[in-house]
T-cell receptor, first 113, second 114 residues
Framework: DQQVKQNSPSLSVQEGRISILNCDYTNSMFDYFLWYKKYPAEGPTFLISISSIKDKNEDGRFTVFLNKSAKHLSLHIVPSQPGDSAVYFCAAQLAEYGNKLVFGAGTILRVKS | EADIYQTPRYLVIGTGKKITLECSQTMGHDKMYWYQQDPGMELHLIHYSYGVNSTEKGDLSSESTVSRIRTEHFPLTLESARPSHTSQYLC?????????????FGEGSRLTVL
């Protein structure tokens, strides 16, 4: 049962434009959501997170939006840069599961210069 | 910058061999995790630990075993490797009372079993 879904395997964006990566989840009890970024041959690194009690969190060029009624979150990158090209994983946490993370399958972002 | 290290980074081995993937962290984190990931797929939790002498099975069943004798060390062992074990194995750690879910990952160990 896949609780976190990233339905777009890949996304290609022109440098300077906005990148929007989407994530859907099925468990309404998730209380924290995170985005991780992964370059080839490296481990994932934490990018940005949002608590379920908020609908938006911003950090520089990165903004995460949470729509609890739709069980949907998105990551916006503005402006996109070639160095943003990586795999982006959406993850969700459930406190009663000991704060273990459930990951999506990732979206490959390619930013063209 | 995270200080969590995995060795070997790449391993090609024959069926039936015993292998141990090493994971060490220097951040003093109590929680440690092993995730397994196939290309284009989700990261699946296979083992985790909340501290010394604590080990638990994750959400994905795995034939591997782990041990936590020291806080900084969380090795994963496969007694008899099979081709179905071919995958990338990612080790991670976090603070015991961090409720934001932020994990620090190692660079991964890519295992190929022939």
């Amino acid at each position: 049962d896949q609780q976190v879904k990233q339905n777009s395997p890949s996304l290609s964006v022109q440098e300077g434009r906005i990148s929007i990566l989407n994530c859907d989840y099925t468990n309404s009890m998730f209380d924290y959501f995170l985005w991780y970024k992964k370059y080839p041959a490296e481990g994932p690194t934490f990018l940005i997170s949002i608590s379920s009690i908020k609908d938006k969190n911003e950090d520089g060029r990165f903004t995460v939006f949470l729509n609890k009624s739709a069980k949907h979150l998105s990551l916006h990158i503005v402006p996109s840069q070639p160095g943003d090209s990586a795999v982006y994983f959406c993850a969700a946490q459930l406190a009663e599961y000991g704060n273990k993370l459930v990951f999506g399958a990732g979206t490959i972002l390619r930013v063209k210069s | 910058e995270a200080d969590i290290y995995q060795t070997p980074r790449y391993l090609v081995i024959g069926t039936g061999k015993k292998i141990t993937l090493e994971c060490s962290q220097t951040m003093g984190h109590d929680k440690m995790y092993w995730y397994q990931q196939d290309p284009g797929m989700e990261l699946h939790l296979i083992h985790y630990s909340y501290g010394v002498n604590s080990t638990e099975k994750g959400d994905l069943s795995s034939e591997s075993t782990v041990s936590r004798i020291r806080t900084e060390h969380f090795p994963l062992t496969l007694e008899s490797a099979r081709p179905s074990h071919t995958s990338q194995y990612l080790c991670a750690s976090s603070e015991l009372y961090a409720n934001t879910g932020e994990l620090f990952f190692g660079e991964g160990s890519r295992l190929t079993v022939l």
